[in-house]
């Protein structure tokens, strides 16, 4: 996927990173990947015989919505707390935000064995496929078991606070705030969204702990081999809130084999309540990144808008 905000390095410049991390070994070789949508990575080979992978942030300046802000930080962080607590998240191997050897902050990460289900699952049987979101299912309510110190984006403490509510409202203002400065037109009513919102505070003052949420946990981001899930990548995403923000969660895509792994059955009136909130406002972010990273077709921006029109008349039609 080409994308605006992949900062593509040289091979000097990678050669230049592997030497910072890991002192005394050299890169004999390096690959691309290009399944991800926001950051550059890399497969880097070593002369040690080690695979590892690469992650850059975007180039300095390069315009990104509000939320991806020092994302690279968020991620890091998620897969050591998830690594510590025996969750199958990529070892970090190296992390450098001191922008000494690359003008943006990088890591390396273990490379996971396998490959992402997105990439095989038209190999797979519906009983395999089931079976795996069953086990993803049960990695996620994992990784929500994790307690965070507050609400909010890891690496902005702007946008974080002891209550969900104002956390939420002001994530969601960011994005609104963003598809106005990038000139995209939502297709909602914006008066009627804030409107609604603040009827809607009492349903999000039941979250009180905030846990860790990956928060996009789909097929392209979930390793696997042998039919076992080896692993969850892409961790940039990840935020202190309600775990009903998990993609497992988005009721426009209900995965009954999901929700038995998580182990849970169906939700409350309020439950399903926020977690439509959280379909709107992750397709409020979705929707603009054909503009913040102008990809090769509008595609992305039809499909969530389509969405975000239907979960919103869906939310005003039970209001």
Not at 32 to 54: H, P, Q
Not at 132 to 149: E, L, T, Y
Not at 242 to 265: H, S
Request: hydrophobic letters at 40%.
């Amino acid at each position: 996927m080409k994308s605006l905000t992949k900062n593509e390095q040289s091979r000097e410049a990678i050669e230049r990173m592997v030497k910072h991390c890991f002192p005394g070994k050299n890169m004999v070789g390096y690959t691309e990947l290009t399944e991800g949508y926001f950051n550059v990575a890399y497969e880097v080979e070593l002369d040690s015989g080690e695979k590892v992978i690469l992650k850059v942030a975007p180039a300095p300046g390069t315009r990104i919505m509000t939320y991806e802000r020092n994302i690279m930080y968020s991620e890091v962080n998620a897969m050591k707390a998830a690594k510590s607590a025996g969750l199958p998240a990529p070892a970090v191997l190296g992390w450098d935000n001191s922008r000494a050897i690359c003008a943006s902050p990088y890591f390396f990460m273990e490379k996971l064995a396998g490959k992402s289900l997105n990439s095989i699952k038209s190999s797979l049987t519906d009983g395999e496929i089931g079976d795996i979101n069953r086990q993803v299912g049960a990695i996620n309510r994992r990784i929500n078991d994790i307690r965070c110190p507050r609400f909010g984006y890891p690496g902005q403490p702007e946008f974080q606070g002891e209550q969900w509510f104002p956390v939420f409202r002001k994530m969601l203002e960011a994005g609104v705030t963003d598809a106005e400065n990038g000139h995209v037109d939502i297709k909602i009513d914006v008066g009627r969204l804030w409107e609604m919102l603040d009827r809607d505070c009492p349903v999000f003052e039941e979250i009180i702990e905030p846990r860790l949420v990956h928060w996009d946990c789909w097929d392209g981001n979930i390793f696997v081999e042998g039919g076992k899930v080896t692993g969850i990548i892409d961790w940039e995403r990840s935020l202190w809130a309600d775990p009903l923000m998990e993609v497992g969660f988005r009721t426009y895509a209900r995965n009954e084999d999901f929700f038995a792994g998580y182990g849970i059955w169906d939700l409350t009136a309020s439950q399903k309540r926020r977690a439509l909130w959280y379909d709107v406002y992750l397709m409020v972010l979705v929707s603009l990144e054909c503009e913040y990273r102008q990809y090769e077709t509008m595609d992305m921006y039809e499909w969530s808008t389509s969405v975000l029109v239907r979960q919103f008349e869906k939310l005003e039609g039970e209001f």
